[in-house]
């Protein structure tokens, strides 16, 4: 199973997020790590232009920014991956 990672910001942002939504992302976090390739999530998708290199994950009215490299803690050939979430926010103001 892939593993994720919240970044300092990312946590800060949550902290703003009524904890219904707060739980509904972790939710989709959750399940996100258990695809065996969490780019081909159907709520995922490749970023373009300024955030080139990341995906982001709609979870309702809310976006989560995130990247993924190999799982530095896992076995070469198991190809885990761990997914660095960078922003957590609504869908208007995460972009900026």
């Known amino acids: 199973m892939h593993r994720y990672l919240l970044s300092r910001g990312a946590m800060k942002s949550m902290r703003r997020i009524p904890k219904p939504r707060v ?5 989709a976090f959750d399940e996100l790590v258990t695809a065996e390739n969490p780019a081909e999530h159907r709520n995922v998708k490749a970023m373009k232009g300024d955030w080139q290199g990341m995906y982001r994950i709609r979870i309702g009215e809310y976006r989560a920014i995130f990247e993924m490299n190999p799982d530095p803690m896992a076995k070469d050939e198991d190809k885990l991956l761990l997914l660095s979430v960078e922003a957590v926010g609504i869908r208007g103001g995460i972009y900026g």
């Open 23 to 27: 739980e509904q992302i972790m939710a």
